[in-house]
């Protein structure tokens, strides 16, 4: 309320379902999932043309993947020196019960847009598809524009999930992807109120 800034990543707005899949959590209060997050709980968006039993909503995928990314605007600091497109670092993709497009206070920065050519998440465990999104214009990273905040959805990469066999080569990493890295920083300046992006333009920028 005082102009300082806030950065919120991935779970930081979820709140845990239990018991009645109808009756929404309400862990936390709602100003902070409505009035300042803007989208509500976690999942229970409903998937077009399915009815309400499993599978019905959009909740997450799984497992983590890397998808691309769609700018949808270049006025924001965040998104300032960024393309039109580029490609995620992998992650588990929340969805949100709200419509962020329709809220005339919320900047929808970065969608996430699943085909059935390009599905996002790879689980193919029969009784969990749901987690794997076909379609659907799923908002990723956005701000409030009554606060000073971003919000983004990155943050929580395979790590060391279902690995049955020990190979490090199933791991991922939150920050592999320079233009992700990109946002974040800017993000970061931005509601810190520095004008200087700092640019990334090789392998030993990401690691320092």
Same mark, same amino acid.
């Given at each position: 309320? $005082?102009? *300082? ?5 991935h ?5 845990? /379902?239990? *018991? ?5 959590? $309400?862990? /936390?209060? +709602? ?30 995928? /799984?497992?983590?993947?890397? @998808?691309? =990314?769609?700018?949808?605007? &270049? ?10 497109e ?5 992650? @588990?993709?929340?969805?949100? @019960?709200? +419509?962020?497009?329709e809220d005339? +206070? ?5 969608? =996430?847009?699943?085909?059935? @050519? ?7 465990r029969?009784?969990?598809? &749901?987690?794997?999104?076909?379609d *659907? &214009? &799923? ?12 919000? =983004?959805? /990155? ?15 199933d ?15 800017d ?22």
């Open positions: 309320d $005082n102009g *300082g800034g806030c950065l919120i990543f779970a930081a707005g979820f709140a845990m /379902w239990d *018991g009645d899949p109808f009756t929404a959590p $309400n862990e /936390w209060e +709602d100003w902070f999932q409505n009035d300042f997050m803007r989208c509500g709980v976690y999942g229970y968006r409903p998937r077009v043309g399915l009815d309400t039993e499993q599978g019905a909503y959009y909740w997450n995928t /799984w497992n983590p993947t890397a @998808e691309p =990314m769609k700018v949808e605007t &270049h006025d924001h600091p965040a998104t300032a020196n960024l393309g039109d580029f490609m995620s670092a992998p992650c @588990e993709w929340y969805e949100w @019960e709200k +419509d962020l497009f005339e +206070d919320t900047t929808v920065l970065l969608t =996430m847009n699943p085909t059935p @050519e390009n599905p996002a998440g790879d689980d193919n029969p009784d969990l598809a &749901h987690q794997i999104w076909i *659907g &214009h &799923h908002p990723i990273a956005w701000a409030n524009n009554n606060y000073n905040m971003v919000y =983004m959805n /990155w943050g929580h990469n395979l790590q060391s999930y279902n690995l049955d066999t020990g190979s490090t080569t791991h991922s990493e939150t920050f592999s992807s320079p233009e992700q890295c990109q946002f974040t920083l993000a970061l300046f931005g509601v810190a109120g520095i004008d200087t992006a700092y640019y990334i333009e090789d392998d030993a920028d990401l690691e320092s």
